[in-house]
């Protein structure tokens, strides 16, 4: 069941947007502004929070007035890894440690240069000490790198057992997503460290695939969220001229790209591969087609927005949207379109601690939004 939210009114305290959906009537909020093509936004313990800028920077940022007035920006953290800033390229996802109030680690995923103009996704952490970082770890290098500015992935989630998953996109070249020699359209898993864990699929067997790949098969991951109940990893991607996808990752398994696809190839409209199933190749949870451009994901769990608990939000760059899926269990039965049209492309959607929705509109300038619900007497 598809479902679009009304049109905005005015709100008449704030000016700020107010918009019905069939749950819940909120406020859209602007926080911050002025920020170059934001990519990801990580809460800190102290109510402060880090967002990426795909060009190569990491902004502090800090709530004002209580938390419900515009925030600021602390400043620019220094002694970053040397980004490369082409095409899609660049900055990407920042994550805390899940101890981090303890140990200080900040784990950043960014396009890094070989120096012979060669690219790939990687991994580094290094403690946060004002605005520097210290202790800088590299944790992993996509391998091979390759040329051209396409489909890097660069999510990073941690489970419950602290292990870390990091989403790689295919880098434009089909081929590579089936290579288990390749690191190009796997989603990998590591130590916080960096180690390999010993359960891996190939920690064991690197003659049959690389030791970090926990599942192949993907075209371009770019949100991945753990499932308060269940503590599953899934992940969402983007397809071609259609066929983007939410999975349910499992270990060893194959996503399917590009031998099944609900997409067709751009502007000619031809069939890629060999259809839409195959024996030994996953079927996805849900799909858009045509395509949405999903980016940034979130379940949602909190009190705020009481009748959105146990929903599973989606930012929509091509869509230019907040998509919102209403689950039972593991299957999606319910889809709402919010904010369409209304803040250009989201990048990421993060819940706060304060249980509000957070979004990045990717654009230069871009802003850091908020959803917040309205007061009985505002309805």
Same mark, same amino acid.
Request: glycine content about 12%.
């Given at each position: 069941?598809?479902?679009?939210?009304?049109?905005?009114?005015?709100?008449?305290?704030?000016? !700020?947007?107010?918009?019905?959906s069939?749950?819940?009537?909120?406020?859209?909020?602007t926080?911050? *502004?002025?920020?170059?093509?934001?990519?990801?936004?990580?809460?800190?313990?102290?109510?402060?929070?880090?967002?990426?800028?795909?060009?190569?920077?990491?902004?502090?940022?800090?709530?004002?007035d209580?938390?419900?007035?515009?925030?600021?920006?602390?400043?620019?953290?220094?002694?970053?890894?040397?980004?490369?800033?082409?095409?899609?390229?660049?900055?990407?996802?920042?994550?805390?440690?899940?101890?981090? #109030?303890?140990?200080?680690?900040?784990?950043?995923?960014?396009?890094?240069? *070989?120096?012979?103009?060669?690219?790939?996704?990687?991994?580094?952490?290094?403690?946060?000490?004002?605005?520097?970082?210290?202790?800088?770890?590299?944790?992993?290098?996509?391998?091979?790198?390759?040329?051209?500015?396409?489909?890097?992935?660069?999510?990073?989630?941690?489970?419950?057992?602290?292990?870390?998953?990091?989403?790689?996109?295919?880098?434009?070249?089909?081929?590579?997503?089936? *290579?288990?020699?390749d690191?190009?359209?796997?989603?990998?898993?590591?130590? #916080?460290?960096?180690?390999?864990?010993?359960?891996?699929?190939?920690?064991?067997?690197?003659a049959?695939?690389?030791? $970090?790949?926990?599942?192949?098969?993907?075209?371009?991951?770019?949100?991945m969220?753990?499932?308060?109940?269940?503590?599953?990893?899934?992940?969402? !991607?983007?397809?071609?001229?259609?066929?983007?996808?939410?999975?349910?990752?499992?270990?060893?398994?194959?996503?399917?790209?590009?031998?099944?696809?609900?997409?067709?190839?751009?502007?000619?409209?031809?069939?890629?591969?060999?259809?839409?199933?195959?024996?030994?190749?996953?079927?996805?949870?849900?799909?858009?087609?045509?395509?949405?451009?999903?980016?940034?994901?979130?379940f949602?769990?909190?009190?705020?927005?009481?009748?959105?608990?146990?929903?599973?939000?989606?930012?929509?760059?091509?869509?230019?949207?907040?998509?919102?899926?209403?689950? $039972?269990?593991?299957?999606?039965?319910?889809? $709402?379109?919010?904010?369409?049209?209304?803040?250009?492309?989201?990048?990421?959607?993060?819940?706060?601690?304060?249980?509000?929705?957070?979004?990045?509109?990717?654009?230069?300038?871009?802003?850091?939004?908020?959803?917040?619900?309205?007061?009985?007497?505002?309805?």
């Open positions: 069941m598809l479902l679009t939210a009304t049109c905005a009114i005015s709100f008449a305290q704030t000016d !700020e947007p107010v918009f019905r069939r749950l819940h009537s909120f406020r859209l909020s926080l911050i *502004d002025g920020l170059e093509h934001p990519w990801s936004l990580a809460f800190l313990p102290d109510g402060r929070a880090l967002i990426t800028e795909r060009p190569g920077r990491l902004q502090l940022v800090a709530p004002g209580g938390g419900r007035g515009k925030w600021k920006k602390s400043g620019v953290v220094k002694a970053l890894p040397k980004v490369a800033a082409l095409g899609q390229g660049g900055l990407f996802d920042v994550a805390i440690h899940p101890d981090f #109030a303890e140990n200080r680690w900040v784990y950043l995923a960014y396009n890094g240069p *070989d120096g012979n103009g060669k690219m790939g996704t990687e991994l580094v952490r290094a403690r946060l000490d004002g605005l520097t970082l210290r202790d800088k770890q590299p944790l992993f290098s996509m391998n091979p790198k390759s040329f051209g500015g396409r489909h890097f992935g660069g999510r990073i989630v941690f489970d419950r057992r602290r292990l870390l998953y990091l989403s790689l996109g295919d880098r434009g070249k089909r081929s590579r997503a089936q *290579d288990l020699h690191h190009a359209g796997s989603v990998i898993r590591l130590h #916080a460290d960096g180690r390999v864990p010993a359960d891996n699929p190939f920690a064991d067997h690197p049959r695939g690389l030791p $970090e790949i926990f599942t192949i098969g993907h075209r371009n991951p770019q949100g969220a753990i499932h308060p109940d269940t503590g599953e990893l899934w992940l969402h !991607e983007h397809g071609p001229q259609g066929g983007d996808e939410v999975n349910l990752i499992k270990k060893r398994h194959n996503y399917g790209w590009p031998v099944i696809t609900y997409g067709v190839n751009y502007v000619i409209g031809t069939k890629i591969g060999e259809g839409t199933h195959k024996k030994g190749m996953e079927q996805p949870l849900y799909k858009w087609v045509p395509s949405i451009a999903p980016s940034g994901m979130a949602y769990q909190a009190d705020a927005f009481a009748q959105w608990r146990g929903s599973l939000f989606v930012g929509a760059l091509r869509g230019q949207m907040l998509v919102r899926l209403g689950l $039972e269990g593991a299957r999606i039965v319910e889809e $709402e379109r919010l904010l369409k049209n209304e803040t250009g492309r989201i990048r990421d959607v993060r819940v706060g601690p304060d249980g509000l929705i957070y979004l990045l509109q990717d654009a230069s300038p871009g802003k850091l939004l908020r959803l917040e619900p309205l007061s009985a007497s505002q309805n």
